[in-house]
């Protein structure tokens, strides 16, 4: 069931990302809660799970938002798999490093995009153009990483599920 409800919780974030978030925008820049998502459910899950979140949260964030289905796909199942086969060794009471870990996931994410685009032979030249909108994303998944994470597990408690237990 808890499955159920991480999968709810990732794609009524999507229908939000592509409608709603677009209009909340700070210096321009719209926060990758969706990649927020994938660190906190990774982190508080297992690999298997970790994998599943990516991928899913990838595929319809590629389908919703993309013009090249797999770019994100990729990434978020990379960023699920790693931090889920460490989520055991973590200690889950320390928030400050969900912060830093959501950090180091944003710079991964925009780093693995370009490069992927390289490889597939696509202007990449502008990400230079729009670096300070990259920074300014990174910062913002960061300080939102905390804000997400209570509000998922205040609706989660609602549904007597604990995001902090690992047995699926």
């Given at each position: ?9 990732v ?14 925008k ?12 994938v ?17 899913f949260?990838?595929?319809l ?18 960023v699920g ?10 200690n ?8 830093f ?5 944003s ?28 920074i ?13 994470l ?6 989660l408690?609602l ?8 047995k699926?």
């Amino acid at each position: 069931m808890k499955r159920l409800y991480l999968m709810l919780i990732v794609f009524i974030n999507l229908i939000l990302q592509v409608t709603i978030y677009n209009f909340v925008k700070i210096y321009d820049v719209v926060p990758n809660i969706a990649l927020i998502l994938v660190v906190l459910f990774s982190l508080t899950t297992n690999e298997y799970m970790g994998g599943i979140i990516g991928l899913f949260t990838g595929l319809l964030y590629d389908i919703l938002i993309m013009d090249i289905i797999g770019i994100n796909t990729l990434i978020y199942f990379i960023v699920g798999v790693s931090l889920g086969h460490f989520s055991e060794e973590i200690n889950k009471e320390n928030k400050l490093l969900f912060v830093f870990i959501t950090m180091i996931a944003s710079v991964f994410y925009h780093l693995a995009t370009a490069f992927i685009m390289f490889f597939l032979r696509m202007n990449i030249s502008n990400m230079i153009l729009i670096l300070d909108k990259i920074i300014v994303q990174i910062i913002l998944n960061s300080l939102l990483c905390i804000p997400v994470l209570i509000l998922v597990n205040y609706l989660l408690k609602l549904v007597n599920i604990k995001l902090f237990n690992n047995k699926l």
